[in-house]
Nanobody, 116 residues
Framework: QVQLVESGGGLVQPGGSLRLSCAAS????????MSWYRQAPGKERELVAT????????NFADSVKGRFTISRDNVKNTVYLQMNSLKPEDTAVYYC?????????WGQGTQVTVSS
């Protein structure tokens, strides 16, 4: 059974940091590109960051470049999103995504709220 389980969300003040984790099981994690998406209330889901299967390449949305980093541990089958200098506009539900060709899996999401 495929599972992507996100954790690490919560309430943080502007300028603070959070690290999200996504633990994967039920598929060959090391073969999949992994991404983080987010969806704010009333807005469409948007791509935040992507990392290739081997971890050698990453891409970020312009809105988070220089503040967020994505990494993965193919032994622990986990992908991370380190979020620094958080802003109120980063408030959203963050989703983990796995893709390999036509195969795609989603996590259930974790809420991140940036507020004073």
């Amino acid at each position: 059974q495929v599972q992507l389980v996100e954790s690490g969300g919560g309430l943080v003040q502007p300028g603070g940091s959070l690290r999200l984790s996504c633990a994967a099981s039920g598929f060959t994690f090391s073969s999949y590109a992994m991404s983080w998406y987010r969806q704010a209330p009333g807005k469409e889901r948007e791509l935040v960051a992507t990392i290739t299967s081997g971890g050698g390449s990453t891409n970020f949305a312009d809105s988070v470049k220089g503040r967020f980093t994505i990494s993965r541990d193919n032994v622990k089958n986990t992908v991370y999103l380190q979020m620094n200098s958080l802003k109120p506009e980063d408030t959203a539900v963050y989703y983990c995504n796995a893709v390999l060709y036509y195969l795609e899996y989603w996590g259930q999401g974790t809420q991140v709220t940036v507020s004073s």
